[in-house]
T-cell receptor, first 116, second 112 residues
Framework: GAVVSQHPSRVICKSGTSVKIECRSLDFQATTMFWYRQFPKQSLMLMATSNEGSKATYEQGVEKDKFLINHASLTLSTLTVTSAHPEDSSFYIC????????????FGPGTRLTVT | AQSVSQHNHHVILSEAASLELGCNYS??????LFWYVQYPGQHLQLLLK??????LVKGIKGFEAEFIKSKFSFNLRKPSVQWSDTAEYFC??????????FGTGTRLQVFP
């Protein structure tokens, strides 16, 4: 149980275009989803927290107009990287919580974004 | 600043050697503690977690961790590693909020 999927697993886009990444909880309802960014050989950096039906809460230094997050249902959150630039190239990982008393998060497999 | 520290960045061991990976955090008050593992090409998986109770926590694949409150530590241990334990290990702290704060990770390489 507690499976989280991400789509696509890899994407290459041209500078200036936008890319949407989907995160789905497959067998549970995710009241809260999180988006992380992982640089090579570094840790996961939390970008934003999103609760179903409300606006995402962004971490300090993360541009909310550049990284658009939508959590329209209890099983789907999307991250759209707008006007992507090469410095946005990274590994983006989502995770989800089921709203229970445990603070455990279930992680997706990640999406490798390369901006050329 | 509040943070999670993993002092071992890269650990190389032979099979059957014992493993201990350090994790220290600087948050006060009640915290929930986690160790995650990321095998090559795979997503993060939970190894074990501590919320309350017995400070010695047993996880999957023979791993265990000990919460020492006075030292703000949650070190991961395994008495005898296997080649299949080669992976990146992340300590994470949940300081009573929704957020997980990750350490910088430790890359473990186990040679047969």
């Amino acid at each position: 149980g507690a499976v989280v999927s991400q789509h696509p697993s890899r994407v290459i886009c041209k500078s200036g275009t936008s890319v949407k990444i989907e995160c789905r909880s497959l067998d549970f309802q995710a009241t809260t989803m999180f988006w992380y960014r992982q640089f090579p050989k570094q840790s996961l950096m939390l970008m934003a927290t999103s609760n179903e039906g409300s606006k995402a809460t962004y971490e300090q230094g993360v541009e909310k107009d550049k990284f658009l997050i939508n959590h329209a249902s209890l099983t789907l959150s999307t991250l759209t990287v707008t006007s992507a630039h090469p410095e946005d190239s990274s590994f983006y990982i989502c995770s989800a919580r089921d709203g229970g008393p445990s603070y455990e998060q279930y992680f997706g497999p990640g999406t490798r974004l390369t901006v050329t | 600043a509040q943070s999670v520290s993993q002092h071992n960045h890269h650990v190389i061991l032979s099979e059957a050697a014992s493993l201990e990976l350090g994790c220290n955090y600087s948050y006060g008050g009640t915290v929930n503690l986690f160790w995650y593992v990321q095998y090559p090409g795979q997503h993060l998986q939970l190894l074990l977690k501590y919320f309350s109770g017995d400070p010695l926590v047993k996880g999957i694949k023979g791993f265990e961790a000990e919460f020492i409150k006075s030292k703000f530590s949650f070190n991961l241990r395994k008495p005898s590693v296997q080649w299949s334990d080669t992976a990146e290990y992340f300590c994470a702290v949940n300081p009573n909020t929704d957020k997980l704060i990750f350490g910088t990770g430790t890359r473990l390489q186990v040679f047969p």
